[in-house]
Structure formats: C-alpha cells, structure tokens
C-alpha cells in the first residue's frame, strides 16, 4: 500500500501544481471531545492509521451527518490545510481514479501523519469546523512537544480524541503512557479509568483479548474501591454506551460484549447475568436487559429477548437507548407475529 501511495503521489505531483490545498473529513463527535479538541488548539494530532480525507466539502457534510441529530454529538468538519510544496517522507494521493465510489473524491493519507489543531469554530446549530494544519515529519517543535508532554490529563485527552478519530492503537499508547506515571494505590480510580478506556479502544480495533484483560484490571481495582468504601463512580465513555458510569455493573456488561464479539456465548450470557447482580446505576440496569436481549436475539431466543428488550425499556433514561429498544422490538415483533398467529390457529 505505501508503495502504490508513493506512485500514485509522484505522478500526480508530476502533472499539477504544488500549491496549498485543502481536504475535508466529516465526522459526528461527542460534544465532550468536541471541547477537548477546542482545549488542545496549537497541540499536535499524530495519525497512526490509515486517513481517508476528501475534496468534496458535500461529501464531508455527508460523513458528518449534517442532515440529522443525535443526542449528545455533534457533527464536524476537519478542514485540513496541506502545503502541497512540502514533501513528506509518507505518501499521500487522490484515489479516486482507483475507488469503487470515485465521486467520493478521496484521497488517503498513509500511517503516522501529524497534525496540528489550528482552530475550533461553530459554523451554525450542532455543525462545527475544526481546521488542522499538516505538520512536516521534521519539525523541531513537534519533536519537543511530544517529549516535554508529561501531562496527565494531556494524554488523556488526547487518548480520547484519538479514540474518537478513530485511532485506536495510537489512543491506547496514550492511555499506556498515562499508566505509567499513575500506579500509586491512592490513584486506583483513575487506574481502573485507564484500563476501561484501553478496552474501549482495544474493542473498536478488534483486540478483545486485550479489551478483556483491561476490563478485568479495572474490575478488580473497582472491587476494592466498592468494598473500601471509596468507589465514588466517574462518568466514562463504555464501548456501546456514552452516558452510564463505571460500576462493577459496568464493567461486567462490558466484558458481556467482548464476550458476544468474540462468540462466546456462554460467558458472554454469564457476563451480563452477573451484571445484573452488581452495584449499577438505573440507567446501567437498562443497558445489561438491552445487551442481554441483543444476545438472546442473536441466539433466536426471541420471547426471553423480548422480555429483556421490555425491561429496559422501563428502565431506559436515555432517549438514544429507549430509541434504540423501541426499533429492537419493532423487528422481533415483525418476526414473532406470524409465529404467533399460527399458534393460535393451530
């Protein structure tokens, strides 16, 4: 791949003009890591997976989801400034001409790009611009930033950033290194809040053996907090949930998930039937009947599926989640009628 880039590249460089342009991304984000961009403008972006940019504005608003509203995001679109003069050791080029959709108008960006955030502007209701500058792979100041950055709340921020670009190996280094410079036992809360969210990232990238070792460190540490007495909970971001806290509840119905992706139905039911038994909030409740009938649905286990789809949906606080279950149940019911009038005839 980063040999077809590099001759893409060259040809194109070849035929047009090197001056300044501008690709766009469009992407809904949560409002919180909305802000934690805004927080870090003038601080850098490394980009360790593949980027697919476009020159089409239309198709980023597309990507963004201008058109439509979603609890708690917002839509936003990176307008990403390039000095076409500069060469970069990595290889970047419009692959349109190679696309199966080339009215896309993309062109991709090989691993390990640097951006810098220039600005974060609100263009009108829930659609923002966030305006990135290419950074050159030599730049003394980026080399500096990266090594005088120690931090803590920094590498956060940024691991959820990145987690939300999704850049999920390069969120979880951040998370790493933030572990590393927090292990002192009066720091377990934020220890088990790491851990959560290098099993959220580790999920997105499809390590779940490495999301379930995370989870079960976070659960031990919650555990000990929970029976100390100090386990106040800290509102976090689970892999199929913005808005619940971490909780032995929590992190039990998230390793219900790594479970179910990984197939393992066994535990992935144990998972969310112990969840069940734990500390939890109302809302955390809903989320485990929901991810339990999700299980049983997948399993063509409908009428203990609809129960549990029913019990969320009393418990549901969440107009996202109560969406969700409603359409849940909208397909179980198309699926279970004809069933049941057959039943009755018989």
């Not at 829930?126 to 080399?143: A, E, G």
């Not at 009938?293 to 997948?298: H, K, P, R, S």
Request: aromatic content about 8%.
């Amino acid at each position: 791949m980063h040999q077809q880039l590099n001759n893409l590249r060259n040809e194109q460089r070849s035929k047009t003009n090197c001056s300044k342009n501008i690709l766009r991304r469009g992407k809904k984000l949560p409002t919180s890591v909305l802000q934690q961009l805004e927080d870090n403008k003038n601080k850098f972006i490394s980009m360790n997976g593949f980027l697919s940019t476009t020159k089409s504005n239309d198709v980023a608003k597309m990507f963004a989801g201008v058109e439509t509203n979603r609890a708690g995001y917002q839509s936003v679109l990176f307008e990403m400034h390039i000095d076409g003069a500069i060469n970069t050791k990595r290889p970047y080029a419009d692959i349109s001409r190679e696309s199966a959709i080339p009215d896309e108008e993309e062109v991709l960006f090989f691993m390990g790009f640097v951006w810098r955030i220039e600005a974060v502007d609100k263009l009108f209701d829930n659609t923002w611009k966030v305006k990135l500058q290419l950074s050159t792979d030599i730049n003394s100041n980026l080399t500096r930033s990266f090594n005088e950055l120690s931090d803590k709340c920094t590498y956060f921020t940024l691991g959820r950033i990145l987690h939300e670009l999704g850049e999920y190996k390069n969120a979880i280094s951040f998370y790493d290194r933030m572990l590393n410079i927090t292990s002192e036992l009066s720091e377990r809360k934020t220890c088990a809040d790491i851990h959560f969210h290098i099993a959220i990232s580790a999920f997105e990238d499809g390590s779940y053996t490495q999301a379930l070792d995370n989870l079960k460190k976070a659960e031990l540490l919650i555990e000990e907090l929970v029976q100390s007495g100090n386990g106040e909970s800290v509102e976090l971001r689970p892999i199929l949930a913005e808005d619940v806290h971490l909780s032995p509840m929590c992190i039990m119905m998230n390793k219900g998930l790594v479970y179910r992706k990984k197939r393992d139905y066994k535990n992935a039911k144990h998972s969310f039937s112990e969840a069940l038994k734990k500390q939890g909030s109302k809302n955390d409740k809903a989320r485990v009947h929901y991810n339990l009938g999700v299980l049983q649905f997948e399993l063509r286990i409908y009428d203990e599926a609809r129960n549990n789809y029913l019990k969320a949906l009393e418990l549901a606080e969440n107009q996202a989640l109560t969406s969700d279950i409603n359409q849940r149940l909208e397909t179980l019911n198309q699926i279970l009628s004809p069933n049941e009038t057959m039943k009755k005839k018989l």
